[in-house]
Every structure is written in C-alpha cells, then in structure tokens.
Nanobody, 128 residues
Framework: QVQLVEAGGGLVQPGGSLRLSCAAS????????IGWFRQAPGKEREGVSC????????YYGDSVKGRFTISRDSAKNTVYLPMNSLKPDDPAVYYC?????????????????????WGLGTQVPVPS
C-alpha cells in the first residue's frame, strides 16, 4: 500500500524551530515531486514548498521563503521540511503530497490539484 506519513509537528513558540518529515512506503520518493501544504482553521490551503524530481528545483511560498527548507533523504525515502524562525501565522496542519512527475511543482508554485497522494497531516498548533 502506497502511503505518506507526516511527523514532527508540535507546539512551539514564535521564533522557534521544527522539522517536519514525510516518510513514504510503497513508492520511491526520488521519482516524485513532493509538495508541502498547510491549512489553518478558516483559511484556504496554501502551498508552502515543493521539490521536483527531475532537477531538484524547489519552490517556496513568499510567506516561508528564507525560513523553511525542503530536502530529500533518499536512503530513508523521506522528505524533510525544517522550519525556522516560526511566526504566529505558521501554525496549521501541514500535509505532504506526491505526484509521479513534476507537473505539481515549478519554480513558481506548488499546485495542489496536481498531487494524487496525500498524507493525513501533522499539526503545528497555535501556542497559548
């Protein structure tokens, strides 16, 4: 069974850091574009970042550019999203998704409608 499992979410204060992971089973992530998306309550889903399989080109949304970095670990079949300098607008449920070519990811955007396999998400809650 092909599936993605996100992990690494948790409570963190503004200015802190987290590292999200997206582990795959049943497929080899090296051959897929990987996207990270997030959705906060009452807000639309937002494309945070993605990385292409063919050339490694990555995209970052304006709200996370310079703070988040997407990377692959081929040996672990896992994609990571270290998040630094977290801001009050960053809390959300974070999802990873894949598509078996690069049409879901370009240097200009990550297109949720192109991805056909999604994880269940990992939550980064609003600090109290």
């Amino acid at each position: 069974q092909v599936q993605l499992v996100e992990a690494g979410g948790g409570l963190v204060q503004p200015g802190g850091s987290l590292r999200l992971s997206c582990a795959a089973s049943g497929c080899t992530l090296d051959y897929y574009a990987i996207g990270w998306f997030r959705q906060a309550p009452g807000k639309e889903r937002e494309g945070v970042s993605c990385i292409r399989s063919s050339d490694g080109i990555a995209y970052y949304g304006d709200s996370v550019k310079g703070r988040f970095t997407i990377s692959r670990d081929s040996a672990k079949n896992t994609v990571y999203l270290p998040m630094n300098s977290l801001k009050p607008d960053d809390p959300a449920v974070y999802y990873c998704a894949t598509v078996p070519d690069d049409r879901g990811c370009s240097g200009y955007g990550s297109y949720a409608y192109e991805y056909n396999l999604w994880g269940l998400g990992t939550q980064v809650p609003v600090p109290s």
